[in-house]
């Protein structure tokens, strides 16, 4: 456990406060505390900003000292006093943090009154990970999230932050901000193709198994998967293999008709 890790934990339990809770108070997902444990414990410089609003600690607290301009090289290097990064002698949580820009809190993506509002050229994340994990309100109403003043229907939670992706990014995939979607992935069946809790972005253009590759459908429940389809050569044009890369997990044939297809995988980032 990282030393950042142990400060949240310590300062939950002086507020009474679990990870969850904290976690939606900051305008993040429900599980942001716990996968930033699983990948280190080093949070980004805005998610610092929010979480440290929550437990009434200063930002820097919870980011690398680099991240914030406060290494040694940079404050030999002869600065204007204007120019040098800032140290308190004490710390009023109530008191603006004069390190961190705060933006206002983004609201819970399930909050039908609040919508997450997802600008022009933003590309909406899936929450697979919220409630029921895809299937919406236990109602069947859906989520909804806001572009350009508009409402969309979505049947997936979506996150308050939106992925924004250079120009020439989208130009080599063909497509516009809301043709994508990023979702992270969950269990091993795609391994090593697909390690767990990789984003992947997929284009929800691609209705139909074609051509053979990896795709994003929806298991019985609703909830996203990832697995290889390819129209079988052998039992038929109509029959979709579903396979998973990971040899532990078994193959199913499918008709076209049976799958829920989302859209095609067409990236994704793997971290070292």
């Known amino acids: 456990m990282s ?14 406060k679990s990870r969850r809770k904290a976690s939606l108070e900051a305008g993040l997902g429900p599980d942001a505390i716990r996968d930033l444990e699983r990948k280190g414990g080093s949070p980004t410089l805005r998610t610092a900003n929010k979480l440290a609003r929550v437990l009434g600690i200063p930002a820097g607290r919870l980011a690398d000292s680099d991240d914030f301009g406060l290494a040694a090289p940079v404050l030999a290097a002869g600065l204007r006093e ?23 809190e983004a609201p819970d993506h399930a909050d039908p009154e609040q919508p997450p509002s997802i600008p022009p050229n933003g590309v909406v994340e899936a929450d697979t990970r919220f409630a029921m994990g895809a299937g919406g309100h236990a ?8 572009r350009n003043g ?33 979702a992270e992935s969950s269990g091993d069946s795609m391994r090593p193709t697909i390690e767990p809790g990789m984003p992947l972005i997929i284009d929800l253009r691609h209705k139909v198994p074609s051509p053979d590759g990896i795709y994003a459908i929806r298991d019985r429940w609703g909830a996203l998967q990832f697995k290889r389809l ?15 890369d990971n040899g532990g997990h078994i193959q199913v044939a499918q008709t076209e008709d049976d799958l829920n297809i989302v859209g095609r995988v067409v990236g994704g980032w793997k971290f070292f």
């Open 139 to 146: 109602n069947g109403a859906g989520f909804v999230y806001r």
């Open 230 to 244: 390819e129209t079988s050569k052998i039992l038929g044009d109509q029959t979709i293999r579903v396979i998973s």
């Open 82 to 104: 204007e120019e040098r990064p800032f140290a308190a002698s004490s710390y009023d949580p109530d008191a603006p943090d004069p390190v961190a820009v705060f933006e206002a």
């Open 3 to 16: 030393d950042i890790i142990r400060l949240i934990d310590q300062r939950l339990a002086e507020l009474g």
């Open 150 to 182: 508009d409402a969309v229907q979505s049947v997936d939670a979506i996150k308050p932050d939106a992925w924004v992706f250079p120009p020439w990014f989208l130009g080599i995939m063909g497509a516009r901000p809301g043709d994508l979607m990023v």
